[in-house]
């Protein structure tokens, strides 16, 4: 018994086997009626833990996805960036190598 356990006095759960013959929803019943405790049989049990188990799944894949969908937008805005400097790059390039126009033959 781990020390923590024997020092406590209170109690956090208690598992209570059945005799053959007897029923789990009136013992439960009798349980809770006189010793005021909340009583969970083993369907109630199952039904509690795959409850929160498919609750807290449900937050990891959502988590999962918002960090998902974050990176890929940071990733999709980085290359829309790049691509635009390199053509704005090549633009300037383009402008300097260009012959001006003629100012004479503007002005006839």
């Known amino acids: 018994m781990i020390a923590s356990q024997s020092s406590n006095a ?4 208690v598992l209570v086997t059945l005799k053959p013959g007897h029923a789990p929803d009136e013992v439960a019943e009798s349980i809770q009626r006189w010793k005021r405790l909340t009583v969970y049989t083993r369907a109630q049990m199952e039904d509690i833990l795959v409850g929160k188990l498919i609750a807290t799944s449900a937050k990891q894949i959502g988590m999962f996805l918002v960090i998902l969908a974050i990176v890929s937008a940071a990733i999709v805005a980085f290359i829309i960036y790049s691509l635009t400097m ?4 090549e ?9 001006q126009p003629s100012r004479s033959a503007c002005s006839l």
Do not use: E, Q, S
């Open 10 to 13: 209170f109690v956090n759960a």
């Open 91 to 99: 633009i300037l390039v383009g402008k300097l190598i260009a012959p």
């Open 86 to 89: 390199d053509k704005i790059r």
